[in-house]
């Protein structure tokens, strides 16, 4: 692999995406990637995206295509990844812990859609996330919100778990906290390898959790 910020040969990023290696905790994004408003994004990639049907051959005179390319990109821009603009970051406001509840709290079996930032293909799963309270608390939905959040942008499951991870950390100021991801990869199974059976689990444990006996309750909990 080539130093980051050089060209790659086409062999190089083959690897890169077939490897699935991430480059950073941070998803990857220009300075200037919200000078454009949406709807400008969403005119653009529109004409880009006409170009592909195009190159591929495809009649957008067709009815059932016409509007395929605009479709493509509202998709794009207003749903499955509007978790690149931080404008749309949930909210994850905290509460006093007036309840003294100081056990674990573990939601689990969390609904997961993202999608592979190397192949723009559909990660699907759940997510379990953990937290032991030092004060403070969320709103149960707030840690779906998270979870969804970053899961709308190009991933690598990886990042995408310790994005969750340390947002929470940061919101309930706490180092005690837990993620596990379990998700399919149709970069894997409808391509390549064309594996369909196999998943892939990634996890994230920080503070108290690091304890083996604190894991194994949180393990057990998920089942």
Same mark, same amino acid.
């Given at each position: 692999?080539?130093?980051?910020?050089?060209?790659?040969?086409?062999?190089?990023?083959?690897?890169?995406?077939?490897?699935?290696?991430?480059?950073?905790?941070?998803?990857?994004?220009?300075?200037?990637?919200?000078?454009?408003?949406?709807?400008?994004?969403?005119?653009?990639?529109?004409?880009?995206?006409?170009?592909?049907?195009?190159?591929?051959?495809?009649?957008?005179?067709?009815?059932?295509?016409?509007?395929?390319?605009?479709?493509?990109?509202?998709?794009?821009? !207003?749903?499955?990844?509007?978790?690149?603009?931080?404008?749309?970051?949930?909210?994850?406001?905290?509460?006093?812990? !007036?309840?003294?509840?100081?056990?674990?709290?573990?939601?689990?079996?969390?609904?997961?859609?993202?999608?592979?930032?190397?192949?723009?293909?559909?990660?699907?799963?759940?997510?379990?996330?953990?937290?032991?309270?030092?004060?403070?608390?969320?709103?149960?939905?707030?840690?779906?919100?998270?979870?969804?959040?970053?899961?709308?942008?190009?991933?690598?499951?990886?990042?995408?778990?310790?994005?969750?991870?340390?947002?929470?950390?940061?919101?309930?100021?706490?180092?005690?906290?837990?993620?596990?991801?379990?998700?399919?990869?149709?970069?894997?199974?409808?391509?390549?390898?064309?594996?369909?059976?196999?998943?892939?689990?990634?996890?994230?444990?920080?503070?108290?959790? !690091?304890?083996?006996?604190?894991?194994?309750?949180?393990?057990?909990?998920?089942?």
């Amino acid at each position: 692999m080539t130093v980051q910020g050089t060209p790659n040969t086409p062999q190089e990023e083959d690897y890169i995406g077939e490897a699935h290696v991430g480059t950073s905790l941070d998803t990857p994004l220009r300075a200037d990637a919200f000078d454009l408003s949406d709807d400008e994004k969403v005119a653009q990639i529109t004409e880009k995206f006409r170009d592909i049907m195009d190159i591929l051959g495809l009649d957008l005179t067709d009815d059932s295509l016409r509007g395929t390319p605009h479709r493509v990109a509202k998709m794009y821009v !207003k749903e499955i990844f509007q978790g690149l603009n931080p404008a749309n970051r949930p909210n994850p406001k905290t509460f006093e812990n !007036k309840y003294e509840y100081g056990e674990m709290l573990v939601e689990k079996n969390i609904n997961l859609n993202s999608t592979c930032e190397h192949h723009f293909l559909p990660i699907v799963g759940v997510a379990h996330v953990a937290y032991i309270s030092s004060g403070r608390v969320v709103g149960l939905s707030k840690i779906n919100r998270i979870v969804d959040y970053y899961a709308k942008r190009p991933q690598v499951q990886e990042r995408l778990t310790r994005q969750i991870a340390e947002d929470l950390k940061e919101a309930l100021d706490t180092e005690d906290v837990a993620v596990v991801i379990e998700a399919k990869h149709l970069c894997v199974s409808s391509r390549g390898i064309q594996d369909e059976s196999s998943s892939t689990v990634t996890s994230d444990y920080h503070g108290s959790f !690091k304890d083996p006996k604190v894991r194994e309750e949180f393990l057990r909990y998920i089942g």
